[in-house]
């Protein structure tokens, strides 16, 4: 299983950014998918959840500003950013459930559920 992230960056406030991630090694159809975020000092945080026949779930902090999606013929998942805000710098992780579900539990899926994480993308907001 891989997960690779790329498009990170820096940003201003106000700003658009888009995270991507190419997953191999494994029936991705078969899985939802999540974005997580870390910053120094705090814990990883579900960001945005994505079931496999498109449909997301968001966290508070990010509801209307980011949109999830994911395209299973190219088995790539986006992420994107508008109206970022510098509270929004962190390292955003693709990850991939442990147990193959195509619908996310709830509102996504804990870190403790997580399976396989990406390398990690760095954004930062500046003000």
């Known amino acids: 299983v891989q997960l690779v992230e790329s498009g990170g960056g820096s940003v201003q406030s106000g700003g658009s950014l888009t995270l991507s991630c190419a997953a191999s090694?494994?029936?991705?159809?078969?899985?939802?998918m999540g974005w997580f975020r870390q910053t120094p000092g705090k814990w990883r945080e579900g960001v945005a959840f994505?079931?496999?026949?498109?449909?997301?779930t968001y966290a508070d902090s990010v509801k209307g500003r980011f949109t999830i999606s994911r395209d299973n013929d190219n088995r790539t998942m986006s992420l994107r950013l508008n109206n970022v805000k510098p509270e929004d710098t962190a390292i955003y992780y693709c990850?991939?459930?442990?147990?193959?579900?195509?619908?996310?539990?709830?509102?996504?899926?804990?870190?403790?559920?997580?399976?396989?994480w990406g390398q990690g993308a760095q954004v930062t907001v500046s003000s």
């Open positions: 990850a991939r459930p442990t147990s193959s579900l195509r619908r996310c539990r709830g509102s996504g899926f804990p870190v403790s559920d997580v399976g396989f």
């Open positions: 090694g494994f029936a991705y159809n078969d899985y939802c």
């Open positions: 994505v079931n496999a026949d498109g449909t997301s």
